[in-house]
């Protein structure tokens, strides 16, 4: 079985804490605010998950993307509910703090895998020279 990494782990724990977050704000009665974090939040991860498993590098760079963009996206959903006082301003303010850390790691591994060269791949015959091609 492969080793988790850092940010699978962490987008997991994280995805923990949104949908425990989300279900006491649901019960204030804040539907819509909860369901746009649960959506959010847990995508992190999914998509953490999903370049994990991509198929190319491109591949693996639009889901790391994606998952960057969506802890954007969560962090403005916690901003607003710290700000309109509709959760306990403790509980929030570590989720933001822990969407802060994930976005910075995210961002990271965007650059990097940006700017890493691909593998060079060698698909010759070992037996087979340019010399043995020409003849």
Do not use: C
């Not at 746009?36 to 591949?59: C, H, K, M, P, Y």
Request: hydrophobic fraction near 40%; glycine fraction near 4%.
């Amino acid at each position: 079985m492969k080793k988790a990494s850092v940010i699978t782990e962490k987008s997991y724990v994280f995805a923990l804490k949104v949908v425990a977050l989300a279900r006491a704000i649901r019960k204030q009665g804040e539907y819509e605010l909860a369901s746009q974090l649960i959506r959010s939040g847990t995508s992190i991860g999914a998509n953490v998950e999903e370049a994990q498993n991509g198929f190319s590098r491109a591949d693996f760079i639009a889901k790391i993307g994606i998952a960057l963009k969506e802890a954007a996206e969560t962090r403005y959903w916690l901003r607003l509910l710290r700000d309109s006082q509709l959760s306990p301003k403790d509980n929030i303010s570590q989720a933001i703090l822990d969407v802060e850390e994930l976005h910075r790691i995210l961002a990271s591994i965007v650059k990097t895998s940006r700017e890493k060269p691909p593998p060079q791949l060698s698909i010759l015959h070992p037996q087979l020279s340019a010399k043995r091609l020409r003849s």
